[in-house]
C-alpha cells in the first residue's frame, strides 16, 4: 500500500536515544553476596535489611525460573550489573539534577507534566532516584511521596512494617532477585481521609546496557483515602538486553481507593519480568490500569489480595507484541473476604510475529461467599504470523461463588477492512482505528496525556505492521 | 462525471457471477437495478468499489473515461465512489465522529483543515434529520445498532462524505414502513446535479419514495432490460418470471443441486 514505508525500530522508538553519563559508583558487573554487601553499604543500610537482602539471595538461588511462559534460560545473571548510582544525591530542583540527566528526562517531557497535572514526581535514572518533589499542599496533608530509600531511612517503622508483607521472597525467583538487590522506587503513604485529586507520577530509565533495574515501590493507603498514581518507563536501544525486575506491593485499607496507572514502553532489549501485587482491607478497591507495549519478554500479573469482606479489585490491561516480542501478561484476582467483587479486562493485540498470551487466575477461596468475578478476555491478530494464547485459571472454592469468563480471538477481516476503507481510509489506517477502538476499554482510563502518548505508539507499531 | 462499465465479467472464487455488463451512470441521474435474489446486483457494486474478494476477468470499469480497475477500495473512496451496504460492519471503539472526521479530514488537500464547527452542525442535522437520536456522534461505529439504524447510519455517512457516484445496496431491508418513508425521502432531498445515484433493491416500494430516471432488470449476471417507471409497476405486480418467458432465458445450469425438502423423512 501506499503508507509502506521502511521502518527502523531502533530509528524509530522515540525514547530510544542514550546519554552519556559518568556514574558516581557501581558495582562490578555479576551478582555475588559481595555486591548485595555493597550495595546495603553505599545506602547505609540497617542490619536487617542486609540480612534480608541476603535471605533473599540465597532464595535467588535455591528457586527455578517460571516453568510456563517465556523461556528465561538465556537470562545471564553475571553479564548484569547490578546496581548505578547516576548522582550523589536527590534533589528537589531540576536545577540540581546534573545535566546529562536532566536533559534526558527532558526530553522525556516529565518537567512539562509535572508543571501541568501532577501533585508530585520522582524520577528514577538506573538504579537511584534523581529528582523527587511534591506539591506543598500535599505534605502539609501528610502525606509521604518519597523515594524506597529515603523512606527507609526517614520512616524506619512504617517501611518495615509493610516490607515484603504482599510480596514475600519466597513469591517467585525475580521477586527474590529483587529483595536482594533491589534500589529505589517509589515510596507512598497516604493518611486516612486524604484524597490526592492529582495524580503522582514515577518515572523509571534504564540508560546502560546489560544493567539491571530493581526498583521496589510500596503504597499504602489508610482508611479512606484515595490516590491515583501513574508510572512510566523507557530505556535506550542496545543489542544486548537489560533486566527490570520490579516489585510493587500496595496496601489499600477500609474503604480506601487506589489506582495505579503504568504504560510500560521498555525498548525491546529489556526483559521486563515484574510482581506487582495488592491487599485490599474491607470496602477497598484496588484498580490496576496496566499497559504493555514495550519490553522483550515480559511477565507481568498485577494481584489482587481481596481480604476484606467487600473489597473490589479490578485490572485493565493491554499487551501489545510485535516483532520480538513475547508478553505474557494477565491478572491474578484472590477473593478471601466475604461479598468480594472482582473484574479482569484484558485485550492483546499481536502483530509482526509477536507472540501475546492472557495468563490469569480467579480463585475463590473457602470463606469467599457471594464473590463474584467477571473476566473478559479478547485478543486480536493482525497477520497471520503473529500468536496468542488464552490460559485462564478460575476456581471456585465455597457454594456460593459466582465467575463470568469470556473470551474471543478474532483477526482484522477482510470485510471490516473493506467497510473502512470504502469510506476513504487507507489500509493502515483502517488496520490503526481497528485497534485503537479495540483498545478504547483502556485507553480511557489513562490520564490524557498517557492516552495520547498510546495513541502515538500503537500507530508506530501499526505502521510497521503492514508489508 | 461519468461512471461506465464496460463488458464487465466478474468471478468469484472461480464462478463467473457478472457475464458483460455494460452500464453508464453520469451524476444527477438515478438509475435502480433490480432483480432476483443471486443474480449480481451487490457483485457489481462491490466490484465497482473494488472489494478484494472479486476478480475482474474482463472488461473495465471507468470513472471520467479513465479506467479504476486497479484501483485500491480506499482510492475509488477518494475519487467519489461510495457503497452504503447491505451489512454494515461494527467497529466497537470508535466512534461514528471520529469515524466520519477521519474519512473527510482524509479527503482534504495538504494546507486544507475540516471546520469542525460546521461538520458538528451538519452531522447533528443529518443525524436528526433520519431520527438517529441525540448521542450518535458518541456512540461506537454501529455497535449494537439495529438493522434500520445501520441503514440510515450509511445513508448518513454518504450525505458527510459528498460522493459523486453512490451504490445504496438493499438499503431498503431491515427497514419498516416509516423509516423506509425517511429514508427514501431523505435520499431524496441528497439528490443533486452532482450525484449519481445507483439504488439496488428487489422491491417498489423504496422506489415509491426515491424515483428512478432509469429502471435495470438484471438476471444471471446480465442487464437483461432496461425501462422507466412501468417496469417497476409491472416487477411489482408479476414478479420476475415474465421477464425470463419474454427473454428466453433459462435457469442457470450450475445452480446448486437440492435434495427438496426434508429427504431424510421419506426415507425412515
Known amino acids: 500500500m501506499s503508507d509502506k514505508k521502511d521502518f527502523d525500530y531502533n530509528k524509530d522508538y522515540k525514547y530510544g536515544f542514550k546519554t552519556e553519563t559518568k556514574s558516581i559508583r557501581e558495582t562490578k558487573r555479576g551478582l555475588s553476596e559481595a555486591v548485595v554487601r555493597e550495595i546495603s553499604m553505599i545506602k547505609e543500610e540497617p542490619k536487617w535489611m542486609l540480612d534480608v537482602r541476603l535471605d533473599a539471595l540465597k532464595t535467588f538461588y535455591e528457586m527455578k525460573n517460571p516453568s510456563w511462559g517465556p523461556d528465561l534460560s538465556e537470562i545471564d545473571f553475571n553479564d548484569i550489573i547490578y546496581y548505578i548510582k547516576p548522582s550523589n544525591k536527590v534533589e528537589k530542583d531540576w536545577q540540581d539534577v546534573p545535566e546529562e540527566i536532566k536533559e534526558t528526562f527532558n526530553k522525556l517531557g516529565i518537567p512539562e507534566a509535572e508543571q501541568k497535572y501532577l501533585s508530585g514526581v520522582t524520577t528514577q535514572f538506573e538504579s537511584e532516584a534523581v529528582y523527587h518533589n511534591t506539591i506543598k499542599e500535599l505534605n502539609d496533608l501528610g502525606v509521604i511521596f518519597l523515594d524506597t530509600d529515603s523512606a527507609l531511612k526517614e520512616y524506619p517503622d512504617l517501611f518495615k512494617e509493610y516490607f515484603t508483607k504482599a510480596v514475600p521472597y519466597k513469591d517467585n525467583k525475580y521477586a527474590a532477585l529483587n529483595t536482594a538487590v533491589w534500589s529505589g522506587g517509589s515510596f507512598i503513604y497516604v493518611p486516612k481521609g486524604v484524597e490526592i485529586k492529582k495524580p503522582l507520577q514515577s518515572y523509571f530509565r534504564i540508560n546502560s546496557e546489560r544493567m539491571g533495574q530493581f526498583e521496589r515501590t510500596m503504597i499504602i493507603v489508610d482508611d479512606e483515602a484515595t490516590l491515583n498514581y501513574v508510572e512510566g518507563c523507557t530505556a535506550p536501544i542496545y543489542s544486548n538486553s537489560s533486566l527490570h525486575a520490579a516489585v510493587v506491593e500496595i496496601y489499600v485499607k477500609k474503604h480506601a481507593k487506589c489506582r495505579y496507572s503504568t504504560v510500560q514502553n521498555w525498548s525491546t532489549n529489556i526483559n521486563n519480568l515484574v510482581t506487582k501485587r495488592s491487599i485490599v482491607e474491607d470496602y477497598g478497591h484496588m484498580e490496576w490500569i496496566d499497559g504493555n507495549i514495550g519490553s522483550g519478554i515480559n511477565m507481568k500479573y498485577p494481584s489482587c489480595i481481596l481480604k476484606g469482606d467487600y473489597a473490589k479489585g479490578t485490572t485493565i490491561t493491554i499487551a501489545f507484541a510485535g516483532k520480538n516480542q513475547y508478553q505474557d501478561t494477565g491478572a491474578k484476582m484472590i477473593h478471601i473476604g466475604k461479598n468480594t467483587t472482582s473484574k479482569v479486562v484484558s485485550k492483546s493485540i499481536a502483530t509482526r510475529g509477536g507472540k501475546v498470551n492472557y495468563r490469569g487466575l480467579v480463585s475463590q477461596e473457602g470463606d469467599a461467599e457471594n464473590a463474584k468475578a467477571t473476566i473478559e478476555c479478547d485478543t486480536i491478530l493482525i497477520d497471520r504470523d503473529s500468536t496468542s494464547d488464552t490460559i485462564p485459571t478460575n476456581i471456585v472454592k465455597n457454594f456460593k461463588g459466582q465467575i463470568e469468563h469470556e473470551a474471543t480471538v478474532s483477526k482484522v477481516s477482510d470485510e471490516e477492512l473493506f467497510y473502512l476503507m470504502s469510506r476513504g481510509l487507507s489500509e493502515v489506517e483502517a488496520k490503526e482505528m481497528i485497534v485503537m477502538g479495540f483498545i478504547e476499554p483502556f485507553a480511557r482510563e489513562l490520564p490524557m496525556e498517557y492516552a495520547v502518548e498510546l495513541n502515538q505508539l500503537i500507530k508506530l507499531e501499526m505502521t510497521d505492521s503492514i508489508g | ?268
Open chain 2, 1 to 268: 462525471m461519468v461512471l461506465e462499465f464496460k463488458d464487465l465479467f466478474v468471478s468469484v472464487e472461480g464462478n463467473t457471477i457478472l457475464k458483460g455488463i455494460n452500464l453508464k451512470v453520469k451524476t444527477g441521474e438515478t438509475h435502480a437495478i433490480m432483480g432476483p435474489n443471486a443474480t449480481g446486483k451487490s457483485t457489481l457494486a462491490q466490484v465497482c468499489m473494488g472489494h478484494p474478494k472479486y476478480n475482474i476477468e474482463s472488461g473495465e470499469i471507468l470513472l471520467d473515461g479513465k479506467v479504476i480497475n486497479n484501483k485500491s477500495v480506499d482510492e475509488r473512496a477518494r475519487m467519489g465512489i461510495f457503497l452504503a451496504m447491505q451489512n454494515p460492519i461494527e467497529v466497537p471503539g470508535v466512534t461514528n465522529f471520529d469515524f466520519i472526521k477521519a474519512a473527510l479530514q482524509k479527503r482534504m488537500k495538504k494546507d486544507e483543515h475540516l471546520r469542525i464547527g460546521k461538520f458538528i452542525l451538519k452531522f447533528e442535522a443529518a443525524s436528526q434529520a433520519l431520527d438517529m437520536g441525540k448521542g450518535l456522534a458518541h456512540r461506537f461505529l454501529n455497535q449494537g445498532f439495529s438493522g434500520g439504524e445501520k441503514k440510515r447510519n450509511e445513508i448518513l455517512q454518504m450525505e458527510m462524505l459528498t460522493p459523486k457516484f453512490a451504490f445504496l445496496d438493499e438499503i431498503d431491508s431491515g427497514l419498516d414502513v416509516d423509516a423506509l418513508k425517511l429514508v427514501g425521502e431523505h435520499v431524496t432531498k441528497q439528490k443533486s446535479a452532482d450525484l449519481g445515484l445507483i439504488l439496488i433493491t428487489h422491491y417498489q416500494r423504496l422506489l415509491d419514495y426515491i424515483e428512478p430516471d432509469f429502471v435495470h432488470i438484471m438476471i444471471n449476471g446480465q442487464i437483461v432490460k432496461t425501462g422507466k417507471n412501468e417496469l417497476i409497476t409491472k416487477i411489482d405486480q408479476e414478479g420476475y418470471e415474465w421477464v425470463k418467458t419474454e427473454l428466453g432465458i433459462e435457469e442457470d445450469e450450475d445452480k446448486p443441486y437440492s435434495l427438496g425438502n426434508c429427504p431424510t423423512k421419506s426415507l425412515v
